[in-house]
């Protein structure tokens, strides 16, 4: 649970830039002996981003056998729901919906359902089809839609234009031209799932990740996991390192996929109502308890902005944020800033 944290999570911020400690470590292989055991730790990449497990294991076979099933996992995940790959049901869904009932099987129709329902939560901060005009953005080629385009295709943007049938789990859509993309739900959903399955063969003590989302369970033998939270003006540097026990991370900014054009930064966390990058912040980190959870308001608070996304964390139980704004201040949501109270939260130079 997240109360985890309440009496580990000691906000150790760092002031400078500071070297991050990644691993640079491929496939599966151990990395520390510890009591009976070692922690071992494997690297792919899947879903378009880098996926990092780390466990606990008396023996390699069983280490590296539980890792490439979460890999497997993984892979069966981006398969279903990646909007790229061609013959995923996403991929069905989104050519097919604006003409037919397209039944989506269970797990994909969950997953959206759960969608719409952060969509509702957040007023429609986060919402699925915001692809409809999210397409239109390359952010490799540093292209962005043309006027008229972006003007279709707001159109199209409304999670309410998702029709579901519950019972044959399909979904048809409500307006021509709607999108879906799961890009602001699917990671945590995956870490969710891999963490799901290293419970089911016994594992009490392992990290998944997926880009900025991971979740960790148990302990390191005794001590807090330690994460860092990535410096959003500084690859490899940590804002913030978080010693951490039995919790979901995940982190959102506008440095993960973006062009510059006229000094403007274009990014892949786009505003419904406006189809353009938001901009009030740069990083948004939420803790809770799962990472589909987490991954979902980390992308809803950093369209929300400082005000209406603390305010909305602040109501939500066992749920905290770490957000920086334009001007690199960093602000935290009221029970991380109580623990925070007799030390070090000042300020931080995020610049
Ligand atoms: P994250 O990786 O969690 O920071 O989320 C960013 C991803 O979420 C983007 O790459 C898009 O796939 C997706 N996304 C962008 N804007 C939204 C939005 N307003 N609602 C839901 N998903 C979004
Ligand atoms: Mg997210």
Known sequence: MFKLGIA???????FDVSEAATPVARDCHETEKAGEGSWYIGDAAIMGTPIHVELWSET?????????????????????????IETSMLS?????????????????????????????????????????????YDFRKGERPSDETLRQALAAINYRYLLMNERRHAIRFG??????????????????????????????????????????????????????????????????????????????????????????????????????????????????????????????????GREAGLALIDQLEGIDAIVVDGSGVMHLSASISQMNQNNTVAQVGAK
Not at 8 to 14: E, G, T
Not at 93 to 101: A, D, I, M
Request: aromatic share 6%.
């Open 175 to 304: 307006h021509e031209g709607v999108y879906v993309d799961l890009g602001g739900i699917a990671k945590g959903y995956a870490v969710d799932r891999g963490i799901r399955i290293l419970q089911q063969h016994g594992v009490a003590d392992a990290m998944v990740s997926a880009g900025g989302d991971s979740r960790i369970i148990g302990d390191r033998k005794g001590q807090p996991w330690v994460v860092g939270i990535r410096h959003p003006r500084a690859e490899d540097a940590n804002l913030a390192v978080l010693p951490l026990m039995d919790v979901s991370v995940s982190t959102s900014g506008d440095y993960e996929r973006y062009f510059e054009r006229d000094g403007v930064r274009y990014h892949h966390i786009i505003d419904p109502t406006t189809g353009d990058s938001a901009r009030d912040l740069v990083s948004v980190t939420i803790l809770g308890a799962d990472a589909t959870t987490t991954d979902a308001l980390s992308t809803s608070v950093f369209v929300l």
């Open 8 to 14: 580990l999570l000691i906000l150790v911020l760092l």
């Open 92 to 136: 069905r869904l989104n050519s097919l919906g604006s003409s037919e009932q397209v039944e989506v099987g269970e797990e994909l129709y969950n997953l959206i359902e759960q969608s719409i329902a952060f969509s509702r939560l957040t007023n429609g901060a986060f919402d699925v089809t915001y692809a409809s005009a999210g397409r239109y």
């Open 60 to 84: 390699a076979p069983r280490a590296c056998a539980l890792i490439e099933e979460v890999m497997a996992e993984m892979r069966r995940i981006d398969a279903l729901m990646s909007p790229y």
